[in-house]
Protein backbone atom coordinates (compact mmCIF):
# COMPACT_ATOMS: atom_id res chain seq x y z
CA UNK A 1 0.00 0.00 0.00
CA UNK A 2 1.78 3.23 -0.72
CA UNK A 3 1.25 5.30 2.13
CA UNK A 4 0.54 9.36 1.53
CA UNK A 5 2.15 12.01 4.19
CA UNK A 6 1.03 15.53 4.43
CA UNK A 7 3.23 18.32 6.02
CA UNK A 8 2.72 20.08 8.39
CA UNK A 9 -0.85 19.06 9.48
CA UNK A 10 -2.03 22.62 10.48
CA UNK A 11 -0.51 25.72 8.30
CA UNK A 12 -1.46 28.95 9.16
CA UNK A 13 -1.32 31.92 6.41
CA UNK A 14 -2.16 35.56 6.38
CA UNK A 15 -5.09 36.47 3.69
CA UNK A 16 -3.69 37.85 0.21
CA UNK A 17 -0.21 35.61 0.91
CA UNK A 18 0.88 32.31 -0.29
CA UNK A 19 -0.13 28.68 1.18
CA UNK A 20 2.70 25.82 0.09
CA UNK A 21 1.55 21.94 1.43
CA UNK A 22 3.45 19.75 0.83
CA UNK A 23 2.64 15.77 0.19
CA UNK A 24 5.17 12.76 0.17
CA UNK A 25 4.39 9.78 -1.27
CA UNK A 26 5.89 6.04 0.41
CA UNK A 27 6.96 5.27 -3.34
CA UNK A 28 7.00 6.37 -6.64
CA UNK A 29 3.34 7.39 -8.02
CA UNK A 30 4.67 8.97 -11.00
CA UNK A 31 1.94 12.27 -11.46
CA UNK A 32 -1.46 10.56 -10.84
CA UNK A 33 -1.67 12.35 -7.43
CA UNK A 34 -4.54 14.42 -6.81
CA UNK A 35 -5.38 17.36 -4.75
CA UNK A 36 -9.19 17.80 -2.83
CA UNK A 37 -10.23 20.77 -0.80
CA UNK A 38 -13.05 20.19 1.82
CA UNK A 39 -14.83 22.48 3.76
CA UNK A 40 -16.67 21.91 7.16
CA UNK A 41 -19.73 19.79 7.01
CA UNK A 42 -19.65 19.59 3.26
CA UNK A 43 -17.52 17.01 0.70
CA UNK A 44 -14.56 17.22 -0.89
CA UNK A 45 -14.00 19.11 -3.76
CA UNK A 46 -11.44 17.73 -6.80
CA UNK A 47 -9.22 20.60 -7.13
CA UNK A 48 -6.17 19.27 -9.26
CA UNK A 49 -5.80 15.81 -10.66
CA UNK A 50 -2.67 14.19 -12.81
CA UNK A 51 -0.49 15.97 -10.22
CA UNK A 52 -0.98 19.87 -12.28
CA UNK A 53 -4.42 20.10 -13.78
CA UNK A 54 -6.88 21.77 -12.41
CA UNK A 55 -10.08 20.21 -12.19
CA UNK A 56 -13.13 22.43 -14.33
CA UNK A 57 -14.07 25.93 -12.36
CA UNK A 58 -10.98 25.65 -10.42
CA UNK A 59 -8.98 29.07 -10.27
CA UNK A 60 -5.68 29.89 -11.34
CA UNK A 61 -4.17 30.13 -8.17
CA UNK A 62 -4.43 26.87 -7.45
CA UNK A 63 -1.16 24.97 -8.48
CA UNK A 64 -0.21 21.80 -8.01
CA UNK A 65 3.52 20.47 -9.22
CA UNK A 66 5.82 17.19 -8.45
CA UNK A 67 5.86 13.94 -9.45
CA UNK A 68 7.41 10.71 -8.09
CA UNK A 69 7.30 10.76 -4.25
CA UNK A 70 6.91 14.83 -4.05
CA UNK A 71 4.22 17.10 -4.47
CA UNK A 72 3.05 20.17 -3.85
CA UNK A 73 0.30 22.57 -3.74
CA UNK A 74 0.65 25.95 -4.18
CA UNK A 75 -2.69 28.26 -3.29
CA UNK A 76 -1.49 32.25 -3.63
CA UNK A 77 -3.36 35.41 -2.54
CA UNK A 78 -5.46 33.31 -0.22
CA UNK A 79 -8.70 34.38 0.05
CA UNK A 80 -11.34 33.44 2.91
CA UNK A 81 -12.98 30.93 0.87
CA UNK A 82 -9.96 29.37 0.91
CA UNK A 83 -9.27 27.82 4.46
CA UNK A 84 -10.04 24.58 4.58
CA UNK A 85 -8.97 20.85 4.67
CA UNK A 86 -6.58 19.60 1.62
CA UNK A 87 -6.10 16.27 0.93
CA UNK A 88 -3.98 14.21 -1.49
CA UNK A 89 -5.04 11.35 -3.29
CA UNK A 90 -2.85 9.02 -5.25
CA UNK A 91 -4.48 6.58 -7.92
CA UNK A 92 -1.29 5.41 -9.41
CA UNK A 93 -0.88 1.55 -7.15
CA UNK A 94 -4.44 0.61 -6.19
CA UNK A 95 -6.40 -0.81 -4.90
CA UNK A 96 -6.18 0.52 -2.76
CA UNK A 97 -6.52 4.31 -3.34
CA UNK A 98 -4.52 6.00 -0.88
CA UNK A 99 -5.36 9.44 0.54
CA UNK A 100 -2.79 11.72 3.00
CA UNK A 101 -4.00 12.81 6.31
CA UNK A 102 -4.74 16.39 5.53
CA UNK A 103 -3.57 19.44 6.11
CA UNK A 104 -5.70 22.53 7.60
CA UNK A 105 -5.19 25.66 6.63
CA UNK A 106 -6.06 28.21 8.51
CA UNK A 107 -5.88 32.10 8.69
CA UNK A 108 -3.39 33.94 10.70
CA UNK B 1 -25.54 18.65 -13.72
CA UNK B 2 -24.29 15.69 -12.29
CA UNK B 3 -25.86 14.80 -9.05
CA UNK B 4 -24.91 12.09 -6.75
CA UNK B 5 -27.61 11.50 -3.31
CA UNK B 6 -26.33 8.78 -1.31
CA UNK B 7 -29.17 6.96 1.03
CA UNK B 8 -29.54 3.93 3.58
CA UNK B 9 -27.22 5.17 6.34
CA UNK B 10 -28.54 4.37 9.65
CA UNK B 11 -27.50 3.76 13.66
CA UNK B 12 -26.69 -0.10 13.52
CA UNK B 13 -25.38 -2.53 16.35
CA UNK B 14 -22.54 -4.00 15.76
CA UNK B 15 -22.29 -7.37 13.77
CA UNK B 16 -25.52 -5.98 11.54
CA UNK B 17 -26.05 -5.10 8.43
CA UNK B 18 -26.91 -2.19 5.77
CA UNK B 19 -27.16 -1.31 2.41
CA UNK B 20 -26.66 1.90 1.29
CA UNK B 21 -27.87 3.50 -2.10
CA UNK B 22 -26.29 5.78 -4.48
CA UNK B 23 -28.76 7.67 -7.02
CA UNK B 24 -27.02 9.32 -9.97
CA UNK B 25 -28.46 11.64 -12.38
CA UNK B 26 -26.76 13.97 -15.21
CA UNK B 27 -24.46 12.01 -16.93
CA UNK B 28 -24.22 8.35 -18.62
CA UNK B 29 -23.83 6.11 -15.68
CA UNK B 30 -22.65 2.72 -17.45
CA UNK B 31 -19.50 4.65 -18.48
CA UNK B 32 -18.02 5.44 -15.55
CA UNK B 33 -16.32 3.71 -12.83
CA UNK B 34 -17.68 4.72 -9.35
CA UNK B 35 -16.69 4.30 -5.78
CA UNK B 36 -17.42 4.78 -2.18
CA UNK B 37 -15.34 6.83 0.13
CA UNK B 38 -16.03 7.45 4.11
CA UNK B 39 -14.77 9.62 6.54
CA UNK B 40 -15.00 8.54 10.41
CA UNK B 41 -16.38 11.87 12.23
CA UNK B 42 -12.84 13.73 12.67
CA UNK B 43 -10.72 11.93 10.58
CA UNK B 44 -9.49 11.70 6.72
CA UNK B 45 -10.82 9.89 3.66
CA UNK B 46 -10.70 6.05 3.03
CA UNK B 47 -11.10 4.86 -0.27
CA UNK B 48 -13.79 1.90 0.61
CA UNK B 49 -14.73 -0.05 -2.34
CA UNK B 50 -14.63 0.59 -6.63
CA UNK B 51 -16.67 -1.19 -9.33
CA UNK B 52 -16.25 -0.83 -13.41
CA UNK B 53 -18.71 0.90 -15.33
CA UNK B 54 -20.44 -2.20 -16.31
CA UNK B 55 -19.82 -3.88 -13.12
CA UNK B 56 -17.45 -6.75 -14.36
CA UNK B 57 -14.54 -5.98 -12.27
CA UNK B 58 -15.12 -4.66 -8.04
CA UNK B 59 -12.28 -3.54 -5.78
CA UNK B 60 -12.09 -3.20 -2.11
CA UNK B 61 -9.83 -1.86 0.82
CA UNK B 62 -8.55 -4.57 2.85
CA UNK B 63 -10.26 -2.98 5.87
CA UNK B 64 -13.73 -4.15 4.12
CA UNK B 65 -12.72 -7.08 2.24
CA UNK B 66 -15.38 -9.86 2.76
CA UNK B 67 -17.54 -7.96 4.74
CA UNK B 68 -18.52 -5.34 2.15
CA UNK B 69 -20.08 -5.49 -1.40
CA UNK B 70 -20.00 -2.49 -3.72
CA UNK B 71 -22.76 -3.32 -7.17
CA UNK B 72 -24.56 -1.27 -9.22
CA UNK B 73 -27.83 -1.17 -11.71
CA UNK B 74 -26.72 0.65 -14.43
CA UNK B 75 -30.61 0.48 -15.30
CA UNK B 76 -30.96 2.40 -12.87
CA UNK B 77 -28.28 4.42 -12.28
CA UNK B 78 -27.90 3.15 -8.59
CA UNK B 79 -24.53 2.33 -6.99
CA UNK B 80 -25.47 0.30 -4.02
CA UNK B 81 -22.82 -1.21 -0.81
CA UNK B 82 -24.01 -3.69 1.20
CA UNK B 83 -22.15 -3.72 4.54
CA UNK B 84 -22.06 -6.87 6.48
CA UNK B 85 -20.34 -7.65 9.91
CA UNK B 86 -20.75 -3.78 10.52
CA UNK B 87 -17.90 -2.89 13.24
CA UNK B 88 -17.94 -0.11 15.81
CA UNK B 89 -14.55 1.68 13.62
CA UNK B 90 -16.67 1.42 10.39
CA UNK B 91 -18.84 4.04 11.55
CA UNK B 92 -18.53 6.96 9.24
CA UNK B 93 -19.95 9.22 6.42
CA UNK B 94 -19.98 7.42 3.19
CA UNK B 95 -19.57 9.09 -0.05
CA UNK B 96 -20.31 8.08 -3.67
CA UNK B 97 -18.05 9.32 -5.45
CA UNK B 98 -17.76 9.08 -9.37
CA UNK B 99 -14.73 9.47 -11.76
CA UNK B 100 -13.37 12.75 -13.58
CA UNK B 101 -13.22 10.30 -16.76
CA UNK B 102 -14.22 7.00 -19.01
CA UNK B 103 -10.58 6.40 -19.30
CA UNK B 104 -9.43 6.88 -15.79
CA UNK B 105 -10.03 5.38 -12.94
CA UNK B 106 -9.86 7.13 -9.30
CA UNK B 107 -10.05 10.86 -10.01
CA UNK B 108 -13.18 11.69 -7.93
CA UNK B 109 -14.87 14.41 -9.49
CA UNK B 110 -18.28 14.44 -8.37
CA UNK B 111 -19.41 13.60 -4.46
CA UNK B 112 -22.39 12.99 -2.56
CA UNK B 113 -23.02 15.29 0.38
CA UNK B 114 -22.78 11.91 2.38
CA UNK B 115 -25.10 9.46 3.98
CA UNK B 116 -24.00 8.57 7.92
CA UNK B 117 -23.66 5.11 9.47
CA UNK B 118 -23.39 4.55 12.87
CA UNK B 119 -22.37 1.65 14.67
CA UNK B 120 -23.04 1.47 18.49
CA UNK B 121 -24.34 -0.83 20.47
Known amino acids: EVVMTQSPATLSVSLGETATLSCRAS??????LAWYQQKPGQAPRLLIYDASTRATGIPARFHGSGSGTEFTLTITTLQSDDFAVYYCQQYNDWPPVTFGQGTRLDTK | EVQLMESGGALVQPGGSLRLSCAAS????????MSWVRQAPGKGLEWVAG????????YYADSVKGRFSISRVNSKSTLILQMDSLRVDDTAIYYC??????????????WGPGTLVSVSS
Open chain 2, 51 to 58: ISGRGGST
Open chain 1, 27 to 32: QGVSSK
Open chain 2, 97 to 110: VKDLSPYNWNQFDN
Open chain 2, 26 to 33: GFTFVNYA
